[in-house]
């Protein structure tokens, strides 16, 4: 896997390289951040996952966006995934920010809030890092079709489980960028690169990082977030910071998932819930299906395996109960109805006794 990433390495490193004008990138400590404890803490190896999202996105008027330019932020973050060094590139364009129609531009610009760019991913140790790269691309018609293609490319890349397709549609999502960053009518308004864990002793924690592009603030001390929102201090009043564009990103943690449903090998333990109600051949087919699914949950880098072992625990208490349940409707007296079998479960109760199992 590693060469369907390597390209998108080496177009990172000529973006980064190029000439851009000096942003404020400011690091939010923990002490200038409310809850404080939603930021700050260590994100363990192998045990927990990490989550990166674009907390806010402003957009000023100084700009002039929406009237003559299309905003285009490229994040492109590489982490240990599995035994692999991964980079996954992220498009947030106009299809991700609804354009407004000619008579309804914002007076005061738009507000991006909480889009989450890569994540959760299982935290393998080693660096993390973020690179960042704020544009305008000024609004044409060749142009918003390229960047309408290339928008939807990076926005199928979100689902959990998304390796193998960044491998598949990378290299059209990279020939897109080279496209567009090329045009005359596309400006580098600022950049960053943020790595992260660079430090054994301070490691890997939550936080938050903002990209500020001129006019920077004038007391940057006095910047902090507020429920994941950026905020100035003035005059001992908190204010919506809006003084420039900005990108506020925050970095979680977490020790589950939550969307565990999502990965391939969930359906495995749906079709055990749904197989106990075929009797004691579907019992059988339950336990294979229940066996088969933890071994792919202890394979997959996509899960931690504390979770996976937690799951799994999880899934042998609701499938003691479901498999009480169905032995409860079992014993319901109806009648002289003859149990119908499917063609499918037939052919699935001679698999499992094939099998022995």
Request: contains cysteine; charged residues 25%; negative net charge.
């Amino acid at each position: 896997m590693r060469n369907a990433f390597g390209p998108v390495i080496d177009f990172w490193d000529v973006i980064r390289s190029g000439a851009m004008q000096l942003p404020s990138v400011e690091k939010i400590s923990q002490d200038r951040c409310e809850p404080r404890d939603e930021t700050g803490y260590p994100i363990r190896r192998d045990q927990e996952y990490f989550t990166i999202r674009v907390s806010e996105m402003h957009l000023a008027e100084n700009r002039q966006w929406w009237t003559v330019y299309d905003p285009l932020v490229v994040i492109v973050t590489e982490f240990n995934h599995g035994s692999e060094r991964v980079v996954i590139p992220s498009v947030i364009g106009p299809n991700l920010i609804k354009k407004q129609e000619a008579s309804d531009q914002p007076k005061h610009g738009v507000v991006l809030l909480d889009t989450r760019v890569v994540g959760p991913h299982p935290y393998k140790g080693g660096d993390v890092d973020i690179s960042v790269g704020f544009y305008r691309v000024q609004r044409a018609n060749y142009v918003k079709t390229l960047l309408k293609v290339v928008d939807s490319l990076a926005n199928a890349l979100g689902s959990p489980g998304e390796m193998q397709m960044i491998a598949k549609t990378g290299g059209a999502i990279l020939e897109g960028l080279e496209g567009l960053l090329s045009l005359s009518e596309t400006t580098y308004l600022a950049g960053h690169r943020l790595s992260l864990a660079v430090s054994p002793i301070e490691g890997f924690r939550a936080g938050y990082s903002a990209l500020i592009t001129p006019p920077r603030p004038e007391n940057p001390a006095l910047l902090k977030v507020k429920n994941r929102r950026l905020f100035m201090e003035h005059n001992s009043e908190d204010l919506p910071y809006r003084e420039s564009d900005f990108v506020l990103l925050s970095v979680t943690g977490s020790d589950a998932r939550g969307d565990e449903s999502l990965l391939p090998f969930y359906s495995l333990k749906v079709d055990a819930m749904n197989a106990l109600s075929d009797g004691e051949d579907g019992l059988k087919r339950a336990k294979a299906n229940l066996v088969a699914a933890y071994q792919q949950m202890r394979k997959s880098p996509d899960i931690t395996q504390q979770e996976a072992g937690d799951l799994f625990e999880a899934w042998l208490a609701e499938f003691e109960v479901e498999k009480k349940r169905a032995e409860r409707l079992g014993s319901m007296p109806i009648g002289d109805k003859e149990t119908i079998v499917s063609s499918d479960t037939a052919a699935l109760n001679n698999a499992v006794e094939r099998l022995a199992l």
